[in-house]
């Protein structure tokens, strides 16, 4: 590739700290130039250990400890453990509970898809976009507070059930909620495909052709952006997504812009759901029991998080504590092509890059730069987000 | 097609290498395999482009049976097929997959990390999730890690947590 | 400065020196604060970004979320302690200027919370750093963190502890 001429080759560290869940990274871009030449990654920062820790604790205490794996997906994890430990257990779950969970979870969804537009939108420069997708995020938010008593680890779920009901004032609220929120969508899903300066940042940015996506593994909405047609709530409905069926929405452009583009039209499928959740809600009880040891045995549990496949493998020995868990979090799929497309790319477009496949990280970075001829300087998330903004501010 | 009968193509391509099936859930399959047969179990999957690896699971139940598992989960839609390959505990190794499957390369270097599995012609820096000061040889998922070391760095402080 | 009280006898003047005390409240602290994760579950580190939209504009208050630690007055910290987070945390901690205040957020933060006995998990935050500020919950809310900013302030101011109005 790149001829090295006797040159100035520069390893731009970022990170180590992305406040992320169980995979903040820490990644080096040898550059050469301005153009990106190769790319490492290291995690870990946050590494705590969960997967040993659930060995020492019973199966219910784990459902509050995998709850917190993410605060940004804790439904969907500790659904992902509970269905698993359901099947183990050989117990069903009552129809209501099921469609409450996925009503929770899609409600999760809506937050955590308009908590990645604002965060993409902030990487770009593009604060105004940010500061209006976090106040109407903020609907959500209070809704997921009046259903379920916290605005984070909701805590909705019970090995057997969930904790919570839907009463009548609730659901109007949230058909409230959605009508409002389903009217900025729109507005967003017109400004990210029309805005000419915006468009700069993510149109044709960070191409993922589908046959990349698939060799790299993707998942989630940033797959879907590549044309891969893969939904787990599609693919093999859990929950109560067998009776609230989603339309998968898939785009084979695999763009940034694309993937602003996939990720807002999921939000209107998941105000349609929730619509037709609440429509529909059956009648009956809310939890089963489940007994305090669960039988012997493995099961693998799959379900569709706000960034793509969650894996969950379960094995019991028969205790009253899992003898392993092992959970695959979207972001470690992803992360991957981060590596495989910064390589090509403007230094400058790295935090966009890193950011669309929504790395589950939020705010402030440090960074370091390194020349390896021997000076050192001192670089900041922040720097090399408004570097990002300047350069394109340059170009004619 | 349902997951069945996407298992059954599943089996009848990698029947070669197959050391024992098992079918412990409707939608899954767990295949026995060779460690020396891995790569060529995977190599006509993905030819063959069934399915996705999900997930490379380690498995230490327990250490008096001297060996460990080494799980690949393959998933297409519903179905879930399980490559099981057994290694012992003491000199673990299975040859890496990342030639076929690049998508591999974190899993891998959790297995080396977590239970101490080799994996041969694997790249990468040492540690992913570890840091860089972790003891050698203390591979925290077996299940007779010894974690203790915890106490004693943290600066006298004795309570119970 | 909150000088030259007590002369109020009307409400007139005691309305203005009511003023007063807002305007020196909000004159004379901007602080600035740098956010650090040392290992939390994203939850903490969400609600403090919530902090900064709209709904909850800290920036109103003067607060400013900073990216770098040599410019920040206030540490706010989220999670327990992770071996590899520790140093980094003092580090980020040394690098501040004096004065400088560590506000913990979250059960995490204050006890290890979820996580306590993980493997890789060291401690809490006042384990490695001194803390000034306990905002609990798990996350706490926007509001509690904006509580936590704004009780640590008037610990500087030297007034007391919230007064209703
Ligand atoms: S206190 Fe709760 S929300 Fe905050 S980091 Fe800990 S587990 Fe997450």
Sequence with gaps: MATQEKGRKFIVPIGPQHPALKEPGHFEFTVDGEIVTDATVRLGYVHRGIEKATESRSWVQNLYLLERICGICSHIHAL???????????????????????????????????????????????????????????????????????????????????KIDVTDEQSDAIWRGLDFLEDRTRHYLDITTSDSVFLRRTRGIGVTTPEQAKRLGLVGPTARASGIWHDLRVDAPYAGYADYPITMIVSDTGDLETRFVVRIKELFESYRVIRHILDTLPDGELVTRVPRRIKAGETISRVEAPRGELFYFIRSNGTDSPERIKVRTPTMCNMASVLALAVGHQLADMPMILVGVDPCFSCNDRTVVVDQGGARGGWTWEQLRQYGIDYYRRQP | ?????????????????????????????????????????????????????????????????????????????????????????????????????PAASFYERELREMFGVRVEGMQGPKHLMLPDDWPEGLYPLRKDADLTMKEAEANGDSREG | MIGGAGMANNLEDRWQQALEQVKTWARANSPWAIHFNSGSCNGCDIEILATLTPLYDVERLGIKLQGSPRHADVLLCTGPVTRQARDRLRRVYEQMPEPKFVIAVGSCAISGGAFQGCYNVIGHIDEVIPVDVYVPGCPPRPEAIIDGVAKLLQVLQGTEVTKPL
């Design chain 2, 1 to 101: 097609m349902n997951a069945e009968s996407t298992l059954t193509i599943a089996a009848k391509l990698i029947e070669a290498w197959t050391v024992e099936t098992r079918t412990p859930e409707a939608n899954r399959l767990d295949v026995m395999v060779d460690g020396a047969h891995l790569l060529e179990a995977i190599r006509v999957l993905v030819d063959e482009g069934w399915g996705y690896l999900a997930a490379i699971t380690g498995l230490d139940t327990s250490v008096d049976s001297g060996v460990m598992e080494v799980l690949y989960h393959f998933c297409e839609g519903a179905a879930v097929l399980t490559l099981r390959v057994s290694v012992p505990r003491d000199g673990a190794s299975v040859s890496s997959i990342c030639g076929i499957i």
């Design chain 1, 80 to 162: 992902a453990y509970c269905l698993g430990v359901e099947k183990l257990a050989g117990v069903t779950v009552p129809p209501r509970a099921q469609a409450v969970r996925v009503l929770v979870a899609e409600l999760e969804r809506i937050h955590s898809h308009l908590l990645w537009v604002g965060v993409a939108a902030h990487e770009a420069g593009f604060d105004t976009l940010f500061m209006y997708s976090w106040r109407d995020r903020e609907t959500v938010m209070d809704l997921l507070e009046a259903l379920t008593g916290n605005r984070v680890n909701y805590s909705a779920n019970l090995l057997g059930g969930v």
